[in-house]
């Protein structure tokens, strides 16, 4: 397999002129809360992929089931349905690192099987612990999310007592519990959970608290692209608005240290991440 499509997530840690990897996102779900049916065909998303992949995508992070607050679960058997023959696609036509975004371990072993080189875990082991042994015997890499429930009920439990410190904690103890299953602490990486479980308050303080979670020595994800909380700062329901905002918070949080940033509009996204980055990297 090509070296492109393992691309290693901890390559440009602590160095001077680190470039923010693009990921992007790839819903094949009718129920996303921005682009959910666009993609479900496997001719829709090779287009999509291949755009992504022309305006800089450096992963494409495929997802079966929609994880918005509020939505419900689907089968295994149906989220391996829409995922697979897409991940077999991509893998087929394009040269680019495939993220499956799941929280199944069965789902992410057969992701693997067909090629994809991350798996993205929004429950950060939570809800499926099987799930590190199956990323740790394909040495494969892990993205550690967190998240307070189950996306049905996620935003019922806002509860905190420090948000910033009870998520550091919970996800030391993914990266723990990884560690522990044998997982490679370079394939680790964390992502704090932007919109799971937080108020529009919460989402505000994790980014401005974000260099501290560098602190877990692991690559910083962050997936704020397109979410409610955006919305409700700028008191807008305006799409438009939202692609804005999502905006500013890709510029705060590479300087943060966000290291991997997710994202649906890739083409607009890559013109932040390269003034955040250049505001970074000068001396």
């Given at each position: 397999?090509?070296d492109?499509?393992?691309?290693s997530?901890?390559d440009?840690?602590?160095k001077l002129?680190?470039?923010?990897?693009?990921?992007g996102?790839?819903?094949v779900?009718p129920d996303?809360?921005?682009?959910?049916?666009?993609?479900n065909t496997?001719?829709?998303?090779?287009?999509h992929t291949?755009q992504?992949i022309?305006?800089?995508?450096?992963?494409?992070?495929v997802g079966g089931?929609s994880?918005?607050?509020?939505s419900?679960?689907v089968?295994?058997?149906e989220?391996?349905?829409?995922?697979i023959?897409?991940?077999?696609?991509?893998?087929?036509n394009?040269v680019?690192?495939?993220s499956?975004?799941t929280t199944?371990?069965?789902?992410?072993?057969?992701a693997l099987d067909?090629?994809?080189?991350?798996?993205?875990?929004i429950?950060?082991?939570?809800?499926d612990?099987?799930?590190a042994?199956?990323?740790?015997k394909?040495?494969?890499?892990?993205?550690?999310c967190?998240?307070s429930?189950?996306?049905v009920?996620m935003q019922?439990?806002?509860?905190y007592?420090?948000?910033?410190?009870?998520i550091?904690?919970y996800l030391?103890n993914?990266?723990k519990?990884?560690e522990?299953?044998g997982?490679l602490?370079?394939?680790?990486?964390?992502?704090?959970?932007?919109?799971?479980g937080?108020?529009?308050?919460?989402?505000?303080?994790?980014l401005k608290?974000?260099?501290?979670?560098?602190k877990?020595?692991?690559?910083?994800?962050?997936?704020?692209s397109?979410k409610?909380?955006?919305?409700?700062?700028?008191?807008s329901?305006d799409i438009?608005?939202?692609i804005?905002g999502t905006f500013?918070t890709i510029?705060?949080?590479?300087?943060n240290?966000?290291?991997?940033?997710?994202?649906?509009?890739v083409?607009?996204?890559?013109?932040?991440?390269?003034?955040?980055?250049?505001?970074?990297?000068?001396?």
């Amino acid at each position: 397999m090509s070296d492109n499509k393992n691309i290693s997530l901890a390559d440009n840690n602590d160095k001077l002129n680190s470039k923010t990897l693009i990921m992007g996102i790839l819903n094949v779900t009718p129920d996303s809360f921005y682009d959910g049916g666009k993609y479900n065909t496997i001719k829709q998303a090779l287009i999509h992929t291949e755009q992504m992949i022309s305006e800089g995508a450096d992963i494409i992070d495929v997802g079966g089931e929609s994880t918005r607050p509020g939505s419900n679960s689907v089968s295994q058997k149906e989220e391996l349905r829409r995922v697979i023959p897409i991940i077999d696609a991509i893998n087929k036509n394009f040269v680019i690192p495939v993220s499956i975004d799941t929280t199944k371990s069965m789902v992410a072993r057969q992701a693997l099987d067909s090629g994809a080189t991350i798996v993205n875990d929004i429950s950060g082991l939570s809800f499926d612990p099987a799930l590190a042994d199956i990323v740790s015997k394909y040495e494969a890499q892990i993205i550690l999310c967190h998240t307070s429930s189950r996306p049905v009920d996620m935003q019922k439990k806002t509860l905190y007592e420090n948000i910033v410190e009870d998520i550091y904690n919970y996800l030391e103890n993914s990266i723990k519990i990884s560690e522990d299953c044998g997982i490679l602490s370079d394939n680790i990486s964390i992502d704090p959970g932007f919109g799971f479980g937080k108020t529009a308050n919460h989402n505000l303080l994790l980014l401005k608290s974000l260099s501290k979670f560098k602190k877990l020595d692991k690559k910083v994800v962050i997936g704020t692209s397109m979410k409610s909380f955006i919305g409700k700062i700028l008191q807008s329901d305006d799409i438009e608005q939202r692609i804005l905002g999502t905006f500013a918070t890709i510029v705060i949080s590479i300087l943060n240290g966000a290291d991997i940033v997710r994202v649906h509009d890739v083409k607009k996204m890559k013109v932040a991440v390269q003034i955040a980055d250049s505001v970074r990297n000068v001396n």
